[in-house]
């Protein structure tokens, strides 16, 4: 709900040159820009369906439908969108925006440059721009300003468990509509788990029709002694349809957001076991989970596991067009493993050391399938336990550690250490003040303060880190808004960490910049945590 107050502050902030994240090269020039219901779009056919994007973002708060045209008569007030080949050295995503007077003007090499270009245009806008109804007497101006701008990280991105508790289809929209307004472009959505499998595999309709639903959730964070545990008695679930896959994939790509799926294996697979009994280790059944923490209720080693995991991974690489295709890997307790007649016959006919080993193993039959079809395996950095799967990419959790192995390996890394980059920790000292959340501490300025290239890294493994990501492990998280509090305004600082040229950041500036966004966050109805 907007206040009058809000309001006024809505209309009257100085959005000057608020642009988060930060640009990279930014001149303010003399002289400002007024949009009115007779400006024109123009654009060149590669650049049509970004110009009729332009339209819909400016009209619900100016009331405006802007005409998109190839051209436009001399003398009108243009925004003008062009592809330009000669820009390359901008890069994939880079790109000039250059505001007159007269004229608005967006240059980039590629559609990705001039997407961002339109982000950044947005935020020229008073915070207004971003109501969902008609601003009554507003006046649309906007500063002269030439940039030039460019991404310094090629991964920028945020991270969304669905698993532990399932979040709506329109949420992951919200969020995937706020993350390109960060600039940020990959969003990985973390599918499976023990406490619930999300996503619909035709060949295996169990895993929806039983591991998408537990009974009941655990109250607060687990006791060491389980005879404390108390649970809700609620049932909780959800899923995503190959339908409603399809529309968040389609709706992500016009955003320029990849999305990262996430299939766990072999640990974090209750759900899958809960399902389909011959996956785990013993004869029992178990429920879909109604706890949090590192579950021993790991999948089997066996060939049926691997050809069930790798038909799951088919049924995904044909909804998820991006290259990426994360199967976890991360905390994967070896107990029932080395209990496991079969576990153990497995790792004395490969030849193997140990039950990491086997791990490892069952990773390499998962980067073979994956690699065989264009794809590249996404793994947490335990994958490195028992030797690297050749093609791997590394998400670095636990420290920055795994990241430098892997760089040093020749591996391509994402950095996202609980250190820096967990968006479910505490965001004050004060815990009492704050929901409860899983513990830790993360405030906003040492997210913003994060450097994601590790200092030991030489310039040449450097070039192995493909950027860093936000977490948002939901098990604290029961829902969008306490999802969008944890989130905002740390991913703003994030987003400027993974953009911005470093000798560019200043924190100060940031917060100055920041009041102005979180006007704008506010208006987009961003539940986000107030400074
Ligand atoms: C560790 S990070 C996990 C998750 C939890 C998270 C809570 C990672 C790869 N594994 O399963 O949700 O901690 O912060």
Redesign the pocket.
Known sequence: MITLPTLLLVLAADSGLAVIPRPAHLTPRPGSFTLTGSTIITTDARSRALGGMLADYLFPATGFRLAVRPSAPSGARVVAIRLDATLTALGAEGYRLDVTPGRVTIRAPQPAGAFYAIQTLRQLFPPAIFRAARVPAAVWTIPAVSIEDSPRFRWRGVHL?VA?HFMPKEFVKKLVDLAALHKLNRLHLHLT?DQGWRIEIRQYPRLTAVGAWRRQTIIGRPDPDSTKWRFDGQPHGGFYTQDDITELVAYAQVRFVTIVPEIEMPG?SQAAIASYPELGNKPDTLPVWTAWGVDENIVNPGDATIRFEQNVLTEVMALFPGRWIHV?G??APKTQWKASPLAQARIRELGLKDEDELQSHFTRRMDEFLTAHGRSLVG?DEILEGGLAPNAVVMS?RGIDGGIAAARAGHDVVMAP?SHT?F??YQSADTTAEPLA?GGFLPLDTVYAYEPVPAALTPDEARHVLGAQG?L?T?YIPDPKRAEYMAFPRACALAEVLWTPQEEKSYPDFLARLATHLVRLGVLDVNYRPL
Do not use: C, F, K, S
């Open positions: 468990d532990r788990d974090h976890g991360d905390e947490w959790w609980g967990y479910d920790h899983i977490q492990w098990e």
